[in-house]
């Protein structure tokens, strides 16, 4: 199957036209059949003379129902131009172009009708000077004039759209819902890529739903792939759960986001407007990066299922249609002084406009491969750059396919190589200051996510290795192997309770054996004369954790049952290793204190 829409000004025959072709009725309300005016959205179908099955959402070409067009044209592939010979261009035809060319629809077929009423050679006229690339069709809805040449030239439209992909993850934008009786409640929605069957398990507002049963023009299916016209019974789902706007998604393959970055077509933006995206219709508030570039930060009253690379619209009163370009589903926080400007930078290239992309440098990516600017959107490899360390599932959903991608990480998680160099160096600075240091712990310093991707870090850094959850550097001779047990036989019961400086030479642990086992991480070395065991800084943090917060250097040292000569040292070290922070000269608070709570 085919899905098209339509479009065109109010009363230019869109619905005659719609049903001349499919023998349907597309006004499905009794209100629209007396007034002869298409109010929202109707739905026909036929055969074309290939064999071919296309299905029509006929859309509203009133002004006051363009939010009900837009949610019919959003997630169709073409469009079928409505424009009356006798009426010509009129302030709708114009609005519904301005949305087809905002949402990135290139492929369509331009239809004048009331061929019996007037000559349309001035409106083809007047229509090929606003799409000059459609091919056009001359027809009578009302005698039928021209509509085999019609229909010919759909089946040549249909035959040129490329085929959609039926493994992609399914997003079915919801434009209708009701209920029938003895089945419970059934949506449509215009199937644009992927499979769906009945028994499909998918998410709802995020909540996974089951798919009882499929049709299709009218026919029940066991599965149906894009594109298609498809109505789907849910088990279970009470009729005001559903909504126009809303989605029906394969499980863990989307990321509905409620803050995105995106490239606007028209600029200034204003404050405030309605975006527009599939069937749905969100408020928008809109903040502009630069103005050197159309790049902005949209906020939406509620979250949608959005990718890298998706076409939408913003409409505001008084102002033309804008089309927006989703650059990123989840851009960063700008908390920082910078950041903003920092991250227009990082937009500048995909999002200046083409007369002004010379000044902007595209990123080179890895293997060497400069983006390809006519694209303007970001890839795997972009995406990455920006995040630094980001789940390869993640970067799917998110639109960036990472297949081909050699990056450097552990099982899902993928490591931009310039983030991978920077950890590297800082992991070889952490072991040497602290040698032995946990996993975990260098985890935390380092602010990675998964314990994998240290121990992966470690691999890459000889000889550097991981020994009993530590990470250890050379070796270490027998004899300092036998002073640091004896000093953990001492730091036995008091663990905080370091040697006096006198005392470290009779165990063994003078200063070329401190030296040795801190590099091998076998000593926890704070100061000239202050040797604790490894793991004694993360343990203590924990155990700071329990304080009220802030705390003196007095309470910690009560709390560790040491002295001010180990204390200071001690703070200060977990100051470096970011697990404290100082509020002035006397207080610290455990940073991330949940963290090392039990």
């Known amino acids: 199957m085919y899905v098209i829409a339509t479009a065109g000004h109010v009363d230019h025959g869109k619905s005659t036209l719609v049903r001349a072709l499919t023998g349907i009725e597309p006004d499905r309300w009794a209100e629209e059949r007396r007034r002869g005016m298409t109010i929202d959205l109707g739905f026909a179908w036929t055969t074309l003379p290939s064999g071919r099955c296309l299905a029509f959402v006929d859309v509203p070409g009133h002004e006051r129902f363009v939010t009900n067009m837009l ?138 739903v089951r798919v009882k049963a499929v049709q299709v023009t009218g026919e029940p299916v066991d599965e149906v792939t894009a594109t298609a016209r498809v109505a789907v019974n849910l088990r279970g789902v009470e009729r005001d759960r559903v909504l126009r706007g809303t989605t029906l ?104 406009p083409a007369a002004q992309l010379a000044p902007f440098a595209v990123p080179e990516h890895h293997g060497g491969q400069a983006r390809e600017p006519a694209s303007r959107v970001p890839d795997a490899a972009t995406v990455l750059s920006w995040r630094g360390v980001v789940r390869r599932s ?13 990056v450097p990480g552990a ?62 550097g050379e070796g270490v001779p027998a004899d300092v192997v036998g002073a640091v047990e004896r000093l953990r036989a001492e730091l036995a019961g008091a663990p905080y309770l370091a040697p006096e400086a ?14 040795l086992a801190a590099r091998a991480g076998m000593v926890l070395r704070l100061a000239d004369g202050v040797v604790l065991l490894p793991g004694a800084d993360t343990e203590a943090a924990r155990l700071l954790a329990k304080l009220p917060q802030p705390f003196t250097a007095s309470d910690a040292r009560a709390a560790l049952q040491t002295n001010r000569r180990v204390v200071i040292p001690l703070l200060e070290h977990l100051d470096r290793l970011h697990l404290t922070r100082r509020i002035d000269d006397r207080l610290r608070v455990v940073v991330d204190r949940e963290r090392h709570d039990d």
């Open 411 to 472: 099982g899902d998680w993928m490591v931009d190589p310039a983030s991978w160099a920077s950890l590297a160096e800082r992991l070889r600075a952490v072991v040497a200051e602290q040698p032995g240091i946990p996993v975990d712990a260098a985890r935390t310093v380092l602010g990675l996510p998964a314990r994998d991707l240290v121990e992966a870090l470690v691999e890459s850094c000889p000889p550097l290795h991981v020994s009993d959850g530590r990470i250890d």
């Open 249 to 352: 998604l394969t499980p863990d393959a989307w990321i509905e986001t409620g803050v995105v970055d995106a490239r606007l077509d028209g600029w200034p933006p204003p404050r405030e407007a309605v975006l527009h995206m599939g069937s749905a219709s969100v408020p928008v508030r809109i903040r502009p990066f630069s103005d050197r570039t159309r790049a902005a930060r949209l906020t939406l009253a509620r979250a949608l299922p959005l990718r890298v690379g998706d076409r939408a619209l913003l409409r505001c009163s008084g102002r033309p249609i804008t089309s927006v370009l989703v650059l990123d589903v989840r851009p960063p926080e700008l908390r920082r002084r910078g950041a903003a400007a920092e991250r227009a930078a990082q937009l500048a290239p995909f999002a200046v």
């Open 71 to 208: 949610a019919g044209l959003g997630p169709v592939p073409a469009v079928m131009f409505v424009l009356a010979a006798d009426q010509g261009w009129q302030a709708q035809s114009q609005e519904h172009w301005e949305a087809i060319e905002a949402l990135g629809v290139e492929r369509g077929l331009l239809v004048v009708t009331r061929c019996d009423l007037m000559d349309p050679a001035l409106a083809v006229e007047e229509a090929r000077e606003r799409i000059p690339s459609w091919p056009v069709v001359t027809v009578s809805g009302a005698t039928g004039e021209g509509l085999a040449d019609l229909r010919r030239g759909l089946d040549l439209l249909v035959s040129s759209l490329p085929p959609p992909d039926p493994r992609a993850p399914v997003r079915l934008w919801i434009d209708r819902a009701f209920t029938i009786t003895g089945a419970g409640t059934v949506v449509t929605g215009t199937l644009a890529a992927g499979t769906l069957r009945a028994g499909d398990t998918l998410v709802l507002d995020g909540e996974r």
């Open 502 to 515: 006198a005392r470290l030479p009779e165990l063994g642990l003078g200063r070329r054996a401190v030296a």
């Open 394 to 406: 993640e970067l799917a959903a998110m639109g960036c396919d990472p297949a081909g991608l050699d």
